[in-house]
Each structure stands twice: as C-alpha cells, then as structure tokens.
C-alpha cells in the first residue's frame, strides 16, 4: 500500500478508527508528520487535535541513529540493548536527554504558543504518527500521556514494521495499523508518494487552521495552502 500523502494516510486511518466517533476524543499528533496525519482523524471523528512532542535521543557518533525518546515532560524511554551495545553512560545519557528535553520544550512553545496543555483525564487519547520505526518515540508518548489518566489510550499509524507493532501493542488499549510487514530493512518514507520534510510552520498552520475549521468548513479548499 502507498499513500499519496500524509493526508491520504489520516483519511484511510479515521476510517478504520470510525468506532471512536461519538466519543470524547482528542487526537495528539506528534510533529511533526504526524499532525498532517491526524488532521483528518480528529475532523472526522470531531474530536479534538493538538501535539505531543517526542524527540529521539541521538547517538553521540551517529545523530542519526537513537537509543530512546523523551517528552516535554521529562517522560524517557531507553532502548536497553542499544544503550549496552554502545556502551553509554549513566551521565553521557543525562547530558543528551537534557539538550534533547530543551528542544521538546522550545517546540511546544512554537507549536502552541499561548494555548495551554490540552486536558488528558478521561478522554479518549488517539496518538497519532506518519509511521514507526523502532517505535520508542510512541512509546515515550504512551507513557506520558498514560500519566494523565485517560479513558484509553489509542495508537494509529499507516505503517510500521511487524516487529514494532509486536513491541508497541502491549502498552496501548488499542493499536490500529494500515500496514505492517515482516522484513529487517523498513523505511516509512518508502510508503508515501509525497513525503516532504515539514517545517514547524506547517505545523502551527495546520493547528491553526483545525481550530477555526468552523469557519472553514463550508470552503472546499481549506486543505489547499
């Protein structure tokens, strides 16, 4: 399966999440693809949409590689045998999480700006991502969100290996996926016809435009920039 988009991806998955609509819902992209993916899972289930902001945690000689995530409240989650095979430190990984965490908590300032936390406890909490890999950042985000007392707590994604679907589903109530197969080498890029990297003000816009979408609705092109 490809998806045209990140757009496309979210429509396919408010359709496999339909069981939610009537609920109380708040659907927590995490930027910054994931917000464009759940733009249209929070509009056709009329919930709400907001952010949850998880960074990975880079190794120091391979930025691009990690061995955890954290979230903007501290929550941090390590993957064990990476941090052992490395050989990290208890202070090595303090110093990281900590320059990691300032940059968690510089986005939320961006992304919401005067708009407080959104209220978690008892809701439907519907976490929202462009795709997995390792799949600790959603982990990251399960925890901290588990924290507030949620209703339940919903995982959906378009893709993701098989192997991290196994890891992640445990952790959430429910785990709703488009395509998961079963293979070593796995890039969410490789699922998407357009898979432009975002900027933090197509975040912001798209947050923006979901609360006024009021306004917007009546507009056919409300999705056009």
């Known amino acids: 399966m490809i998806f045209r ?4 991806a979210g429509q396919r998955l ?14 927590l992209g995490i930027p910054r693809g994931g917000v464009m993916t759940g ?28 061995f955890g995530a954290v979230t ?4 941090l989650i390590l ?24 940059e968690v908590r510089r986005r939320v300032q961006v992304y919401r700006g005067d708009h407080p936390p959104p209220q978690l406890t008892d809701r439907t909490i519907i976490l929202v991502d462009d795709g997995l890999a390792t799949g ?13 007392a949620p209703r339940q707590v919903v995982v959906a994604v378009p893709c993701s290996p098989a192997s991290t679907v196994e890891r992640v589903r445990p952790l959430a109530d429910d ?42 609705s009546s507009s056919p092109h409300h999705w056009r920039e």
Not at 178 to 198: G, K, N
């Open 136 to 148: 600790y950042t959603m982990i990251a985000a399960i925890e901290s969100v588990k924290k507030k």
């Open 39 to 66: 733009y249209p899972i929070a509009e056709a289930l009329n919930g709400e949409l907001d952010v949850i902001i998880v960074r990975k945690l880079p190794l120091p000689f391979n930025p691009e590689a990690g």
């Open 79 to 102: 993957n064990d045998r990476i941090v052992r095979a490395v050989g990290l430190t208890a202070e090595q990984i303090d110093a990281i999480a900590q320059r990691v965490l300032a």
């Open 14 to 27: 408010a359709q496999a999440l339909e069981k939610y609509r009537g609920q109380d819902v708040i659907v």
């Open 175 to 216: 785990f709703v996926w488009l395509v998961a197969p079963e293979t070593e080498s796995f890039a969410v890029a490789s699922f998407y016809e357009d898979f432009h990297e975002m900027s933090d003000e197509e975040v912001t816009s798209l947050l923006a435009r979901f609360r006024t979408r009021g306004q917007l």
């Open 72 to 75: 903007d409240d501290g929550s």
């Open 5 to 8: 988009d990140r757009r496309d």
